[in-house]
Nanobody
Framework: QVQLVESGGGLVQPGGSLRLSCAAS????????MGWYRQAPGKQRELVAV???????NYADSVKGRFTISRDNAKNTVYLQMNSLKPEDTAVFYC??????????????????WGQGTQVTVAS
């Protein structure tokens, strides 16, 4: 029932910017950490950035100073502002969230959820 829907990917020139959005929907009680991962062809999926429920953040060294993760709790949405993009940033970006959801009539359940992925291509 819980879904994460990503948007904002596309083609951008080196040095350009993109903002990714990921909105969670469903019978959500609360969301703990939300993060962005990316996976380039033939490479392992890696954590790009994470924002916890208290607003604290962490970034991969490769994006530190260029990317900013944020969240809007009222909208159950996480964003990734990407500036000074480099060709090596090219990847499919995936949203991830640790979500507590209502199940049935009286229950709650904590699960990790993934978005479908959005392609980011940085090229001239």
């Amino acid at each position: 029932q819980v879904q994460l829907v990503e948007s904002g990917g596309g083609l951008v020139q080196p040095g350009g910017s993109l903002r990714l959005s990921c909105a969670a929907s469903g019978r959500i009680a609360s969301i703990n950490a939300m993060g962005w991962y990316r996976q380039a062809p033939g490479k392992q999926r890696e954590l790009v950035a994470v924002v916890r429920s208290d607003g604290t953040t962490n970034y991969a060294d490769s994006v530190k100073g260029r990317f900013t993760i944020s969240r809007d709790n009222a909208k159950n949405t996480v964003y990734l502002q990407m500036n000074s993009l480099k060709p090596e940033d090219t990847a499919v970006f995936y949203c991830n969230a640790d979500i507590i959801a209502y199940v049935g009539t009286m229950g709650i359940e904590r699960n990790e959820h993934w978005g479908q992925g959005t392609q980011v291509t940085v090229a001239s």
